[in-house]
């Protein structure tokens, strides 16, 4: 019972959804559960909430390492999530302005570090180590060159090369890695299905 | 040579002669002037019926003010007006009636009239049409052969995996790595992160994160080495929980596992960043883990990680994002590898078969592809238009 | 008030910058304060888009067709809560079966589809023949060739020896090519984020230009 | 050699300073340097250029599924296709999918509206955010209307002029939609694959990369990538703004990054010869 039914229902479950795909009349079989899932989602995110807070408490509990700053976490999510149901999640309100003061500087921001991680990456790793490092660091060269328009305008051709980088070997080795990609996708979905991988349920491989 | 040539040609072409006859069998015969035409629609699952037409040659477009399409219920006199189109108009899709959805199985007739600017007006020939339901989807047959047939291949080598495990499985630097890993932070007697992809459980990705995660942990609740998996989604860690709960388990340590290790940080991809990038430079892991799907995060997580001094062990299907681990990161598994990687580590000769089986995948698709390119060159589409 | 909106953005702004030179108070204070307020607004997200509409609602007008349909979902969500309670924690395992087995369904024939038909399918081109320009097929055959080799690489059965081993390396080099254009092609958008941040704190907070 | 030893065990932090600098100084003393157009930004100048000689042109149908991270790479690009679209009369509907998506969208269209003059529910409309994006995409392919009963600023939405013959993808010239992440391959699944619609997409420079086998595959009507692709577009139509403007930032930060892995890797060969000598 605890184990056999989870595996019974995950297989079941799966065999129905492959035959869906291959019968219109059961189209709308996949629209309903796709809908079940975000509302449970909805559902599940209130454990996710729980984890969240008691790892804070815990910390605070315990004077952790910088626990001060759990106060500062536990006050957010209880400002924004009063402010919404509250007074609403439209334009205008407290909670779309929390949103725009607070999270998009912060979002965009963080995003914006990756300008200055990219150079130091390149600058850590592209190192003509070996062939393949070699063809990767020319890749990435000449790529960058003929990106911008200075390089277009400096090295003539380059944006040409560049393009046909990107549209022919790069395109190749995208579709070697997608149609890859699909197969272990394809073999670990079955494998799940089948109950053969069932570390959730059971732990380690069998 | 040449002579060589026309057989090949020949011969495919007579193995391919069932299919041409039925393109004639389905080819529908034109007659009326408007050549209008009510036909189920297509792939749904009934209540609709598709309307189309086209006007009579010798009539100028221009002229016309509109198009009224009517619609004889079975039993009633008069028609019901569905509706005034454009002139430029060439079809319709009538899916509802009183009843909101078109019965099935029931004869419907339809009749379009143009009505001119000067007034004056023309009618169409009636023409009859039936919605119902498709239980089987044409054009999806090739991909339900393919469904099939690679189902079908992967279960074979499992299969015979079973009886015969002494086959061949190449080694992976990436797979030792992962071991040296976790001992390596024993060793040092720090923690070891572990961050299974910033997508939802729908992920395949995800699945195998959490395959290679159950490996790690149980391995971790041997050396009783701490480990950290902050989580993006909920319902993730909530699977999450439960693997690294089981591997302790397993090993005989249940009480040695810490709810609060594996926890829920946020939805937001870049708040969550931040959040992991602190416990990268706070509790600096001795090794972490990215595995699974992840997007523009990739390099932000693999660079702040670089700086700590921890070994890096990386592994995506995301196509995008593969460049930043192989650059930033010490170890990568490449695509495929990912998934691969699960099987591996387990050394179960079940998994290893499906291993095999993907093998044999591969092995088909490239002879598809050559197959297909070289009846391509031949002259002979059939193959490309089926995929 | 627009002023605010500048003042304290450029505030964040500079706190998270400020990581770059090494973690510190700031850094710790715009975190800590990113992942309460953007948890918040999930919960807002899926409150307002998902539980009220499809469950609170139904159960308020009391449509029994809506009930109907709120029903499943309300029990699988549920069902995860079991976790709390020692005895009856495994119940949890059949939601989550529940949702591997819709995933993983769901995905099987839409790989097959996507991600194996289609790119076979678009690898099929002229390879020879007249009336094709010279330059176009020494392209397909380029990506002809990569498509295999890359594929090729990914043998898990067999040693990287001898031809095999030939063109499986050749593969890696596509990959490697691949990846390298790839991350010379990023670097555009990334430095475009970060333009980005310096027009706002040049532009809108200092008003330099 | 002492250099060159100061460059192998250089300090990130200095290049994130030198990042910084090489970015922040253009603003200041703009180059201005020519821009070449790429194919696949030309398809859909071009497309929209095609439509405007029509009669009655169909609209064309953006979904901006994109949040405040994608703004400085994604907003340039969605200013300048609308500003194609409204100079030359084209109808246009615009929606988004991302939870974050409306307020960057309306910003960006009322500004563009507003330089135009042009009339909302009848030269353009604004339907918000579709809830569930996938089965939104659906949702269009069989009545747009149902999908959105409103527009987003709570017009009936039979009340909109525009929208009288707008149904389904059927009516609509394309479908432009502009992601940082692979939502453009959800369009293509569900509303090309089902539905029959015509897809362009406009997405971040990483996400650039990913799209062309859809290019190549013929999947995808055009592809504008990053914020080049945005100046690209920018220049087509003459109207250059912030994306043309950051170009000069981008081209020094290039040369910046190519400069530093060129010294990084003259420093590990000279150091590595000298220790081979010892």
């Not at chain 1, 911008?148 to 549209?167: H, M, Q, R, T, Y």
């Not at chain 1, 070997?169 to 272990?184: D, F, W």
């Not at chain 3, 090519?177 to 040049?202: E, H, P, Q, W």
């Not at chain 4, 692709?229 to 081209?251: C, F, H, N, P, V």
Request: proline share 4%; charged share 20%.
């Amino acid at each position: 019972m605890k184990q056999k039914l989870p595996l019974t229902i995950c297989f079941i479950m799966g065999v129905v959804m492959i035959i869906q795909y291959f019968v219109p009349a059961l189209n709308s079989l996949y629209d309903t559960i796709r809908f079940w899932l975000l509302v449970v989602s909805g559902f599940v995110l209130c454990l996710g909430i729980y984890s969240l807070v008691r790892v804070h408490i815990l910390k605070i509990r315990r004077k952790a390492p910088s626990w001060g700053y759990s106060y500062v976490t536990i006050a957010g999510l209880v400002w924004m999530s009063l402010v919404g149901f509250i007074w609403g999640k439209e334009e205008g309100t407290i909670f779309m302005n929390t949103f725009f003061l607070i999270q998009v500087p912060i979002q965009s921001t963080m995003f914006s570090l990756l300008a200055f991680f990219i150079a130091s990456a390149a600058f850590r790793a592209f190192r003509m180590k070996n062939l393949e490092a070699g063809l990767l660091l020319i890749a990435a060269i000449i790529v960058m060159i003929g990106q911008v328009p200075v390089g277009a305008s400096f090295i003539p051709g380059i944006a040409d090369l560049k393009e046909w980088i990107l549209n022919y070997p790069n395109l190749a080795a995208k579709r070697g890695i997608v149609i890859g990609v699909g197969l272990g996708m394809l073999s670990t979905a079955l494998k799940i299905i089948l109950g053969i991988e069932r570390s959730y349920l059971s732990g380690g491989g069998k | 040579m040449v002579t060589i040539y026309r057989e090949i040609r020949f011969l495919t072409f007579l193995f391919f002669v069932p299919f041409f006859f039925s393109g004639i069998l389905f080819a529908q015969d034109i007659s009326s002037s408007f050549n209008l035409k009510a036909v189920d629609k297509p792939i749904d699952d009934g209540g609709a019926i598709e309307i189309s037409w086209s006007l009579p040659k010798d009539i100028n477009i221009e002229e016309i003010e509109k198009l009224e399409l009517y619609r004889f219920d079975p039993g009633a006199a008069e028609p019901v007006k569905l509706g005034d189109l454009k002139p430029k108009q060439q079809k319709f899709t009538d899916e509802s009636s009183d009843e909101r959805k078109l019965r099935n199985k029931t004869p419907y007739i339809y009749q379009l009239k143009a009505i001119f600017k000067d007034g004056s007006q023309i009618t169409s020939e009636k023409v009859e049409g039936i919605s119902k339901i498709q239980w089987f989807e044409k054009r999806k047959f090739v991909i339900f052969i393919g469904t099939v047939l690679s189902i079908g291949l992967i279960l074979y080598c499992i299969y015979k995996a079973k009886t015969d495990s002494n086959f061949f499985i190449r080694r992976m630097v990436v797979i030792d790595a992962i071991e040296e890993g976790v001992g390596r932070a024993t060793e040092m007697g720090k923690p070891i992160l572990f961050v299974s992809g910033t997508s939802t459980i729908n992920d395949v990705a995800t699945i195998a994160a959490i395959n290679i995660l159950s490996h790690v942990a149980k391995k971790c609740a041997e050396y009783g080495t701490r480990l950290i998996v902050p989580n993006k989604d909920s319902i993730v860690m909530t699977v999450q929980q439960e693997v690294v709960k089981e591997a302790y388990t397993s090993v005989g340590k249940p009480d040695a596992f810490r709810e609060e290790d594996v926890f829920y940080i946020t939805d937001d991809q870049m708040a969550y960043v931040a959040a992991v990038d602190g416990i990268m430079v706070r509790e600096k892991p001795a090794t972490n883990f990215f595995l699974g799907m992840f997007y523009a995060e990739s390099l932000i997580l693999a660079e702040t990680g670089a700086s700590t001094g921890a070994i890096q062990i990386a592994g995506t299907d995301a196509v995008t994002q593969l460049p930043f681990f192989i650059t930033a990161c010490d170890y990568t598994l490449i695509g495929e590898e990912l998934y691969a990687a699960s099987a591996y580590m387990s050394r179960e000769p079940l998994l290893l078969g499906s291993l095999k089986g993907q093998d044999y995948l591969k092995f088909l698709i490239m002879i598809a592809i050559l197959l297909g390119a070289i009846l391509y060159n031949l002259g002979f589409t059939f193959l490309k238009d089926w995929l | 008030m627009d002023v605010l909106f500048v003042w304290v953005g450029a505030f964040f702004t500079i706190c998270i910058f400020s990581f770059l030179y090494k973690d510190n108070p700031f850094y710790k204070f715009a975190e800590h304060l990113a992942v309460g307020v953007s948890c918040g607004y999930y919960v807002n997200i899926y409150f307002w888009n998902f539980i009220k509409p499809f469950v609170i609602d139904p159960f308020k007008t009391g449509d029994p067709k809506s009930i109907a349909l709120a029903i499943p979902p309300l029990i699988l969500g549920l069902l995860f809560f079991t976790r709390f309670s020692p005895k009856y924690g495994w119940m949890s395992r059949w939601s989550m079966a529940f949702l591997l087995g819709f995933g993983n369904g769901v995905a099987i024939p839409r790989i097959i589809d996507q991600r194996l038909f289609v790119q076979a399918k678009a690898t099929m081109f002229s390879l020879w023949g007249s009336g094709i320009g010279f330059w176009t097929l020494i392209n397909n055959w380029i990506i002809f060739i990569g498509v295999l080799a890359t594929l090729i690489y990914f043998f898990f059965s067999r040693e990287h020896k001898g031809s095999f081993g030939v063109v499986a390396r050749i593969g890696i080099i596509f990959i490697m090519v691949g990846f390298g254009a790839s991350f010379g092609y990023t670097v555009m958008g990334r430095v475009s984020l970060l333009i980005g941040r310096v027009d706002f704190l040049l532009r809108d907070w200092l008003h330099l230009i | 050699m002492k250099f060159f030893e100061f460059i192998q065990n250089l300090d990130r932090r200095w290049v994130f300073l030198l990042i910084l600098i090489v970015v922040t100084v253009p603003f200041f003393m703009p180059l201005s340097l020519p821009i070449e157009i790429t194919p696949s930004v030309k398809h859909i100048y071009d497309r929209v250029e095609e439509m405007s000689l029509q009669n009655n042109p169909k609209p064309i149908l953006i979904s901006a599924d994109f949040g405040p991270e994608a703004i400085p790479e994604l907003n340039p690009m969605l200013m300048a296709l609308l500003r194609h679209c409204m100079s030359k009369k084209i109808p246009v509907i615009t929606m988004t999918l991302h939870p974050a998506g409306p307020g960057i969208l309306e910003r960006a269209v009322a500004m563009v509206a507003d330089e135009y003059n042009a009339e909302k529910g009848k030269d353009y409309v604004s339907l918000g955010f579709g809830v569930g994006s996938i089965i939104m995409m659906l949702q269009i392919g069989e009545d747009i209307k149902e999908g959105f009963p409103n527009d987003y600023y709570g017009n009936d939405i039979n009340d909109l002029p525009l929208m009288d013959d707008v149904k389904n993808y059927d009516d609509m010239e394309f479908v432009f939609c502009m992601a940082g992440s692979g939502l453009y391959e959800a369009w293509i699944t569900y509303a090309k694959s089902q539905y029959n619609a015509t897809i362009a997409t406009g997405v971040t420079g990483t996400m650039a990369t990913d799209a062309y086998p859809f290019l190549q595959s013929g999947q995808l009507l055009g592809l504008i990538g990053g914020l080049k692709g945005a100046a690209e577009y920018e220049t087509l139509i003459d109207q250059k703004d912030a994306a043309y403007r950051g170009m000069d930032s981008q081209s020094a930060s290039h040369i910046l990054i190519i400069i530093l892995v060129i010294l990084g890797n003259i420093a590990s060969f000279v150091l590595k010869e000298k220790k081979e000598n010892k």
